[in-house]
């Protein structure tokens, strides 16, 4: 079975500051999709990125954008000119293409120190 | 489009009581999901459909049921409430495989 990793229970960064967020992931798949979503405490879960594992170029949205290391098995995510509005709850999640539910990290608390 | 709804938002039972917790999409999705997510912890599936009429376990299913009549609705009932289902509850719905999942806005449920 897969599993996702996420190795930062907590972070924190300067606002305007860039956080890399770590995680890990153990599949013997060849193709999948890699997710990261933000939890606020409001608790809606909303997608930050995508990433599809035959796709070497790595994924961009504004202002956050991945570090995807197929080999090593990582899909780092790195926020930039962080906002106070980006503390929140951060998981990494793993979809395999034979099957449709997602399997979730532990999550990485994200403080943003004004 | 409302996207996907949950009801109730809060709920408290006691121990030994029943319920079900209502999820709806209206954007026609085939695949529907139900998470729980303890505190400190991710997100654990309990159980899925891919469509209508078909329904699946997922990692912990244990305690739950869940039926599909409808594409929209797809609601999780809990016989004989324990502490150990105290959670936030999340529904999820996604169009294809290769989307993301779009997630209601959860259920917070405490038994005592």
């Known amino acids: 079975a897969q599993t996702v990793t996420q190795s930062q229970p907590e972070m924190s960064v300067q606002e305007a500051e860039t956080v890399t967020l770590s995680c890990t992931y153990d599949?013997?798949?060849?193709?999948?999709?890699l997710f990261w979503y933000k939890q606020p405490p409001s608790r809606q879960m909303i997608l930050v990125i995508r990433q599809e594992a035959y796709k070497q170029q790595n994924a961009t949205e504004n202002r956050f954008s991945v570090n995807f290391q197929k080999a090593a098995k990582s899909f780092s995510l790195k926020i930039s000119d962080s906002q106070l509005g980006d503390a929140a709850m951060y998981f990494c999640a793993y979809r395999s293409p034979l099957d449709t539910p997602l399997v979730f990290g532990k999550g990485t608390r994200l403080s943003v120190i004004a | 489009n409302a996207g996907v709804t949950q009801t109730p938002k809060f709920r408290i039972l006691k121990i030994g009581q029943s319920m079900t917790l209502q999820c709806t999409q209206d954007?026609?999705?085939?695949?529907m999901y139900w998470y729980r997510q303890d505190p400190g912890m991710g997100l654990k599936l309990i159980y899925y459909?891919?469509?209508?009429?078909?329904?699946d376990k997922g990692e912990v299913p244990n305690g739950y049921n869940v039926s599909r009549s409808t594409t929209e609705d797809f609601p999780l009932r809990l016989e004989l409430a324990a502490p150990s289902q105290t959670s936030v509850y999340f529904c999820?719905?996604?169009?294809?495989?290769?989307?993301?999942?779009?997630f209601g806005p959860g259920t917070r449920l405490t038994v005592t």
């Open positions: 599949t013997s798949e060849s193709d999948y999709y």
């Open positions: 999820a719905s996604t169009p294809d495989v290769s989307y993301e999942q779009y």
């Open positions: 954007m026609n999705h085939n695949y």
């Open positions: 459909s891919v469509g209508a009429g078909i329904t």
